[in-house]
C-alpha cells in the first residue's frame, strides 16, 4: 500500500486545528501539561534533526528508556520522520538487564527519563555505540554528557523533513525469548499499518489509500478521539494504541503515576473525556471494575466508547461487570504477541457475550497440529496457533531463534510465537496457553531459565526451577522451587534475585524440594508445579 508513519504524520499535521491538544500529561495530585498538535508537529521534527547532526543516520536505532509520557509519543514520530529505528526498553530492568538491550540493539542514541539518571551514568562506559543521551526532566540533565530534551524539542524552526522514506522502515519491539534474553522483532511500518487498516475497515471506518488520503479524510471529519494507555507504552499494547492516536489525530493522555491508580484513572477519565483506553487483562480491569463498584456514580464514564487488551486473561465476568457500568463500551480483547497480530478476536458489549480465553480466529489463522494439517473444528485436538502476513522479518541478530518462530508451512509463511489453542464446532478459538513454560505475571513476561540461573549463583543453591502458579491479582505469579546445598532462607534469595533482575521476576515465594530433575536429567517443571501448588495449599 505504500505507507509509512512519517509520511503519514507529515501529511495529517497542517490539516488537523493547531490548537487541538495531541497529549495531556496528568501527574498525581493533579497537575497537568499539555501540548497542541501544532507545537509537537515542531517538537519532534526538532528532536528528528537533532539525532541525525548527532551522527544517527537512516536505519540506526533509538533506545526509548521512557515511562509513560509525551515523550515517548513525540519519540516515534521524530523516529519514523527521521527513518530511526525505535527500540522499546523496560524501565523496571536492572543494570545488566539493559546493557544487554542498549548493546544488542546497537543503540546510537537513549531517550531516558532523569529518574534513570543513574543507572544510565554507570553503564556509559559501557555504552560506546552510543553518540546522543537525551534526559527527559525538569532542569538542568543530572547527567553533564546528556542534553535536555526540552531544549532539543525546542530548538530549530520545526519545519518539516519532507524526507523520501520506504515501505521497508522498521521499527523494533523487544520481547522476551525462550533463553530468558530479550528479542529485537523486527516490524516493518507498513506492515504494522496495514494492520490498523484492517482494523478500520473491521470497523467501517474509512480505509486510507495513502498517505494524503489520510489528511483528506481528517480534512473532511476532525479528529476526536481521546486515548489513554493505562498500560506502559514500553510493551506492544500500548504502543501500538499510542501509534494509531498519533496516525488517527487524535488526543493521548497519560499518568504520571509510578503505581497503577484505578481511582485516579477514572477521574482522569472523567476530566479529560477519554474515548478509548488500552488495559492489560484482568490485572487492570478488576481493579478498574471494583472501583466503579465501590463508587456508583461518581465518575462520569459515558465517553468510553472503547476499552482494548491483548496478550493476558480478560474474565468474562470483569468483562460483564465492566459493561454494567458502561453500556456504551465495546470491549476489545485481542490474541496477539510481538510476533503477530491478528490470532483471534473477542469483542464484548451490552448486545453480546464471549466466554474466558474464546476467540473469533483471525481470517488469517490456523490452528496446526504437529503434522501439520489443521485442527477440526470440534475434534477437541490441540494444535499450535499460526497466523500469516503481515508478519514481522524476523528478530534482529538472531536468525536461529528466526527460523525457529517465523516458518513455512504449506509454501505460506507464518509467525509461530507458541500458543496451543483447541477449535470450538463453531470455529472459535479456545486458548490453552504457551507450549513453553513462558511466565505471564500482570502483563509481563518472565522466562524461567533467566530466574533459575540468578537463583543458581547464589552460593547456597544447588538447583532451581521457576514456575508460574495461577494468581487472581498477577494472572500467574512467580514462584521458585529450589534445592539448596546448605541453609539458606526464602528472604535471601529473594534478595538476591531482586539484586540482579526487575522486580516483577523476584519470586513471590519460594519452596524448598530436592528432586527437580527427571531420570533423564531433564528439568520436571510438571513435578515442580505440583510440589509448589501443595505448599501453596492448591489442589
Known sequence: MGFNYGDIIEAIEPVLDADRLSHIHVEP??????ITWGESAKRTANLARALTAA????????????????????????????????????????????????????AVAILYNAEFAEYIAELKPRLTKVKL????????????????????VTSGDGAPLGLKRRDDDMLFLYTGGTTGMPKGVMWRLSDLNQHQLNARAVAGEPVPESAADYARIYRETPPTDVYLPACPMMHGTGMMGAIV????????????NHHFDPEELWRVVDAHRVSAMSIVGDAFAKPLLNVLNENPGKFDVSCVERMSSSGVMWSEEVKQGLIEHLPQVTLIDSLAASEGFGFGVSQTNKESGTKTAKFTVGPRA???????????????????????????????????KTASVFKSIHGVNYSVPGDFAKVAEDGTLILLGRGSVCINTAGEKVYPEEVEETLKTHPHVHDALVVGIADEKWGQKVVAVVAPSS????EDLKAHVREHLAAYKVPKSVHFFHHLRAPNGKADYKGARAF????LGIS
Do not use: M
Not at 495530585?29 to 499539555?34: D, E, I, S, V
Not at 543521551?133 to 532539543?152: C, H, L, M, R, T
Not at 504437529?370 to 499450535?384: A, C, N, Q, R
Open 29 to 34: 495530585g493533579g497537575k497537568t501539561r499539555t
Open 55 to 106: 551522527g544517527a543516520e537512516v536505519g540506526d536505532k533509538i533506545a526509548f528508556y521512557l515511562r509513560n509520557g509525551p515523550e515517548y509519543s513525540e519519540g516515534l514520530s521524530a523516529a519514523f520522520k527521521g527513518r530511526f529505528v525505535h527500540v522499546n526498553v523496560n524501565y523496571r530492568y536492572q543494570p545488566e538487564e539493559l546493557i544487554y538491550i542498549f548493546d544488542n540493539s546497537d
Open 133 to 152: 543521551f537525551i534526559e527527559v526532566g525538569e532542569g538542568k540533565p543530572q547527567n553533564d554528557f546528556a542534553v535536555s530534551y526540552e531544549d532539543v
Open 245 to 256: 492516536a498519533l496516525t488517527g489525530g487524535a488526543t493521548t493522555v497519560t499518568l504520571g
Open 366 to 400: 490456523k490452528v496446526f497440529k504437529e503434522d501439520l494439517t489443521e485442527v477440526t473444528p470440534g475434534s477437541d485436538e490441540t494444535g499450535f496457533l499460526a497466523v500469516t502476513g503481515p508478519i514481522p522479518i524476523g528478530y534482529y541478530k538472531d536468525p536461529e
Open 487 to 490: 541453609d539458606v532462607s526464602e
Open 532 to 535: 509448589a501448588e501443595k505448599e
